[in-house]
Nanobody, 123 residues
Framework: QLHLVESGGGLVQPGGSLRLSCAVS????????IGWFRQAPGKEREGVAC???????MYADSVKGRFTVSDENGKRTVYLQMNNLRPEDTAIYYC?????????????????WGQGIQVTVSG
């Protein structure tokens, strides 16, 4: 059964950087997409970035040029490098998996989720 575990969150000052990791295990499909989402208090969960089979990536407009999604070991580990962080990036960040190779930033397209990890930008 698919299992996803996020790590790397924490507290950072505005303008700083963090790298989130998502360890993926138990997946047997040949093609899938890993997405990063975030949810701030009182707000809906929003798609941040995703990487699909073949390395195709998508980004939300709010993070383009600041965040980079990448993978290694055939997407067994997926990273979200976050640079020039802003207070409005504060949220719980989740990684999630969707079958298929078409990228998506829509939460409803993802069937498996990690437990989430807190990112706080303050200073």
């Amino acid at each position: 059964q698919l299992h996803l575990v996020e790590s790397g969150g924490g507290l950072v000052q505005p303008g700083g950087s963090l790298r989130l990791s998502c360890a993926v295990s138990g997946f047997t499909l040949s093609a899938y997409t890993i997405g990063w989402f975030r949810q701030a208090p009182g707000k809906e969960r929003e798609g941040v970035a995703c990487i699909s089979f073949g390395g195709h990536t998508m980004y939300a407009d709010s993070v383009k040029g600041r965040f980079t999604v990448s993978d290694e070991n055939g997407k067994r580990t997926v990273y979200l490098q976050m640079n020039n962080l802003r207070p409005e990036d504060t949220a719980i960040y989740y990684c999630a998996a969707a079958s298929g190779s078409t990228g998506s930033l829509t939460a409803g397209d993802y069937g498996r989720w990690g437990q989430g990890i807190q990112v706080t930008v303050s200073g």
